[in-house]
């Protein structure tokens, strides 16, 4: 199992600036995944985060708007940039390692006003 | 990332009483069948995982059923209790590992 702590819980936000948003793991894993869910959508992976390498992003989603960092094996951080209120989601933070069970983060919940 | 159709959106459910819904995916690719409840804020919490066709798996009064020949899968409630309400997600893994997500059955047990 892992135990995810992610960071803020919850901001509002202004249009124009940016939002970091922190996951640390209390275990090292490989990979780390980083989901958005926009009002009455379904969960949507924005990318995958491997330590040593650059995200790998999936479509529709760009890294000038989604920067990520993966310095090591326990910590990644979501940056979403120049904010718009189409940016109002939760976002969440997971790990998982093949065919295990995902383990998330207690989520994000972002305002853009 | 597939396409995953869940039915129906949202449910009510009078205490005691035995819901299901399902969850549809395409079989090609398969890898794996997941299965989320996600409280209000709340992480979404694995119930379960499961990956051959016929497979059935139970975790207290709910259950799961997985067709992958067919491309669906069954979560049953037996005996709704409040503490059911939430969200239940399904998320097909195809061979590179990851997971696309449905919409989602929203279930609200009435006491």
């Not at chain 1, 790990?95 to 989520?107: K, P």
């Not at chain 2, 997941?34 to 694995?46: D, L, Q, V």
Request: net charge neutral.
């Amino acid at each position: 199992s892992a135990v995810i702590s992610q960071k803020p819980s919850r901001d509002i936000c202004q249009r124009g600036t940016s939002l970091t948003i922190q996951c640390q793991v209390d275990s090292q894993v490989t990979m780390m995944f980083w989901y958005r869910q926009q009002p009455g959508q379904s969960l949507t992976l924005i990318a995958t985060a491997n330590q040593g390498s650059e995200a790998t992003y999936e479509s529709g989603f760009v890294i000038d708007k989604f920067p990520i960092s993966r310095p090591n094996l326990t910590f990644s951080t979501l940056t979403v940039s120049n904010l718009s209120p189409e940016d109002s989601s939760i976002y969440l933070c997971s790990v998982q390692q093949a065919l295990t069970e995902a383990f998330f983060g207690q989520g994000t919940r972002l305002t853009v006003v | 990332i597939l396409n995953v159709e869940q039915s129906p959106q949202s449910l009510h459910v009078q205490e005691g009483d035995s819901t299901n819904f399902t969850c549809s995916f395409p079989s090609s690719n398969f890898y794996a069948l997941h299965w989320y409840r996600w409280e209000t804020a709340k992480s979404p919490e694995a119930l379960f995982v499961m990956t051959l066709n016929g497979d059935e798996k139970k975790k207290g009064r709910i259950s799961a059923t997985l067709n992958t020949k067919e491309g669906y899968s069954y979560l049953y409630i037996k005996g709704s209790q409040p503490e059911d309400s939430a969200t239940y997600l399904c998320a097909p893994q195809s061979n590179d590992y990851k997971l696309s997500f449905g919409a989602g059955t929203t279930v609200t047990v009435r006491a």
